[in-house]
């Protein structure tokens, strides 16, 4: 039994995989958050030129009453 718990404590396979399972996730969890950040924004430039935005910003940029 001694023998066994010596293999278990001193096997690091197990202990590795959960490593790269956490960074794996965190580096996950920073994409999707940088993902939802730029979807706001792309979304938010997108309903400003369905308004007219644009258009309004180019007549008036060119003097056009």
Not at 8 to 18: M, W
Not at 25 to 46: H, N, Q, R
């Amino acid at each position: 039994m001694a023998k066994l718990l010596e293999s278990f404590r001193a096997d690091e396979l197990g202990t590795t995989s959960i490593e790269y399972a956490l960074m794996a996730s965190l580096i996950a969890m920073a994409i999707f958050g940088t993902i939802g950040a730029l979807g706001t924004t792309v979304f938010d430039v997108f309903a400003y030129i369905q308004a007219g935005g644009v258009e309004a910003a180019t007549v008036a940029a060119a003097g056009s009453n």
